[in-house]
C-alpha cells in the first residue's frame, strides 16, 4: 500500500515530501529552505532566525480570536542509523518508505518519525483552511538530536504564543511535562604505535537491537561497546590494541562494535573467547535475539599501541558508568539519571570516547558525569563537556494538561498516562527563554526511535491528528 492511500493523507502526503529531504543533523539546510519555502508559498509569515529555527505564523480562524495563541513545536533534523548490510547515503538520499500491516517503516534506515511526523502535522494544520484554530506560530527547530542548538539559539521575544505544544512524544497515550537534561563527555588521547606481537585477531559484535539513549536505556539492552570491553579483558596481560570503531550518535545505544587487536596466542584467547559468548548469548537470549559475536584470525603486520596503553584502556572500557544511574525517587518508574558509552574509536593511534549523560535533576547530571571524568583522567586521558542543556521541571497544575486531560478522556473514554521522560526534549530549553509559557509534549505511537527499526503506528497517528484538532479547537479563552 502507498503511503498515498493512508489515512490521515495529509499528513501522509506532507511526511512523505519530508522524507524525501535529506536532513541529518546539523545539515538541515535544505530541509530549512524546504519549510521556508511552504510557508512563503501558503502566503503565511515566514522566517528565519540566525540559527536556522523557521517560525511561520498563522492567524486564528473566525471565532477563535479570543483564545490563547499556541506554538506548534517540532524539529527538523533526524537521527541517521542503518543497518550494515544497507548501502544507503543519508547526505543525498530520501529515506525508502514502506507500509507493513498498521505500520510505517523504512527500509534498513531510521524513518524519521521523530520527529518528522511532528514537522507533517504542523504542516498539515498550516494549509488546512477547515480546522479551528487559534493564533498559531510554527516552530521547526534545527539540531535537536546532536546538541540542541536550535533551542538554545532561540531568543526571548521571538515567539509571542502563550501555550507551547510540542510534537515529539512517542506514546500516543502520555502527555510528557517534564524532561531530562544532559551533558556530552568526551575523552580522547593520542597513543605511540609500535610492533605488534603475538597473533593479529578481530572481534565484531553486531545485530543488537540499539535504540534511544534515553527512552530505551531502563531496558537492559546490549551496548556494543560495554559488551566489546568484556571480550577484550580476556586478553588483558597480553593485549595489544590496532582499532576499534564502536557505535554511533551519543543518543543511539550502540548496535555493533569490531576491534582488531594483537593476543598471546589465538589458540588459548579462542577458548576464552568461546566460554565468554557462550555467557553473554545466554544473557541476553530474551532481549537481543539477533546478537551475533564473532572472532577471526587476521592477517598481522599493522602497528599497535604498547601493552601498557592497550591496558589502560581496556580497563577505562570496564570501569566507565553505562545504562541507569538512578532513579527518581519521586516519579515512579522514571529513570533519574543515566550514561550512554556511545562512540569508541581507535584509529592510528587517536583515541575518542563519547559519551552523552542526562539526568532529570542538575546535581545528578553533574555527578554521573564527574564520575566519568575521574575515570577518564586516572587514565590520563583529555576530557572536556559540551552541549550541557537543561530539563524540564514538571508543572502538573498546568491549565492546558487539565484541558487536554479532560478532551483525551472525552475523546477515548480512558485516562491519559501524564508523566516525566528521560530523554532531552526540547520544552527544558525553551521554557527558559520563556518562564511563563505552558508546554506539553505528545504525538503518535513511534517504535525503535533511533535505530533501524523505527516505525510510526498508521492508527495511532490518525489518533493523533484527531486529538490535535480537538486541542486546537478547544483552546482557553485568553
Not at 138 to 162: K, N, R, S, V, Y
Not at 253 to 270: H, K, L, N, Q, V
Not at 318 to 340: C, T
Request: with cysteine; aromatic share 6%; proline share 4%.
Amino acid at each position: 500500500m502507498p503511503l498515498s492511500n493512508i489515512e490521515p493523507q495529509i499528513i501522509w502526503k506532507n511526511f512523505s515530501k519530508l522524507n524525501a529531504i535529506p536532513r541529518p543533523s546539523k545539515k538541515e539546510a535544505r530541509v530549512i529552505e524546504f519549510i521556508k519555502q511552504f510557508g512563503t508559498d501558503l502566503g503565511l509569515p515566514t522566517s528565519v532566525d540566525e540559527v536556522g529555527n523557521v517560525i511561520i505564523k498563522k492567524p486564528a480562524t473566525a471565532g477563535m480570536e479570543d483564545r490563547k495563541a499556541v506554538i506548534l513545536q517540532s524539529h527538523l533534523d533526524m537521527v541517521c542509523q542503518k543497518n550494515n548490510d544497507t548501502v544507503f547515503d543519508f547526505d543525498n538520499e530520501g529515506i525508502r518508505m514502506k507500509v507493513d500491516g498498521d505500520w510505517v517503516k523504512a527500509e534498513g534506515t531510521t524513518l524519521g518519525a521523530d520527529n518528522g511526523l511532528g514537522v507533517a502535522s504542523i504542516m498539515s494544520i498550516l494549509e488546512s483552511n477547515d480546522i479551528p484554530h487559534p493564533a498559531l506560530e510554527a516552530l521547526f527547530t534545527i539540531d535537536e538530536e546532536t546538541g540542541m542548538t536550535g533551542a538554545l539559539g532561540l531568543q526571548a521575544g521571538q515567539l509571542e504564543g502563550d501555550i507551547l505544544l510540542n510534537l515529539d512524544t512517542e506514546e500516543d497515550d502520555a502527555f510528557s511535562i517534564g524532561c531530562a537534561g544532559g551533558v556530552d563527555v568526551t575523552a580522547t588521547q593520542n597513543y605511540d604505535l609500535t610492533e605488534g606481537d603475538g597473533d593479529a585477531v578481530s572481534i565484531t559484535i553486531s545485530g543488537l537491537k540499539g535504540g534511544h539513549s534515553g527512552m530505551d536505556i531502563h531496558k537492559g539492552l546490549g551496548n556494543a561497546n560495554v559488551l566489546l570491553g568484556r571480550f577484550l579483558h580476556l586478553e588483558i596481560d597480553d593485549i595489544q590494541l590496532i582499532s576499534i570503531d564502536g557505535g554511533g550518535l551519543r543518543n543511539a545505544i550502540p548496535r555493533e562494535a569490531t576491534a582488531s587487536f594483537y593476543c598471546g596466542d589465538f589458540a588459548d584467547y579462542s577458548a576464552a573467547f568461546e566460554a565468554l559468548k557462550a555467557e553473554v548469548m545466554e544473557e541476553f537470549q530474551s532481549l537481543e535475539p539477533g546478537l551475533t559475536i564473532s572472532l577471526k584470525k587476521i592477517d598481522g603486520g599493522a602497528e599497535a599501541l604498547s601493552k601498557e596503553d592497550s591496558n589502560t584502556i581496556v580497563y577505562v572500557l570496564k570501569s566507565l558508568h553505562n545504562g541507569v544511574y538512578r532513579m527518581s525517587p519521586d516519579i515512579a518508574g522514571l529513570v533519574e539519571a543515566s550514561n550512554n558509552i556511545a562512540r569508541v574509536e581507535l584509529k592510528e593511534g587517536a583515541l575518542s570516547i563519547q559519551c552523552l549523560t542526562r539526568s532529570s535533576v542538575t546535581s545528578t547530571k553533574v555527578q554521573v558525569a564527574e564520575q566519568l571524568q575521574s575515570v577518564f583522567e586516572l587514565a590520563e586521558m583529555s576530557v572536556s563537556t559540551s552541549g550541557d542543556y537543561p530539563g524540564w521541571k514538571p508543572n502538573p497544575d498546568s491549565s492546558i494538561l487539565k484541558v487536554m486531560e479532560q478532551r483525551y478522556e472525552a475523546l477515548f473514554s480512558s485516562k491519559p498516562h501524564v508523566e516525566a521522560c528521560h530523554a532531552g526534549l526540547e520544552c527544558g530549553i525553551i521554557g527558559a527563554h520563556y518562564p511563563k509559557m505552558e508546554m506539553i509534549s505528545f504525538g503518535p505511537t513511534i517504535k525503535g526511535a533511533h535505530s533501524p527499526e523505527e516505525r510510526a503506528n498508521i492508527s495511532s497517528t490518525q489518533k493523533f491528528w484527531s486529538f490535535l484538532k480537538d486541542i486546537l479547537s478547544n483552546i482557553p479563552k485568553k
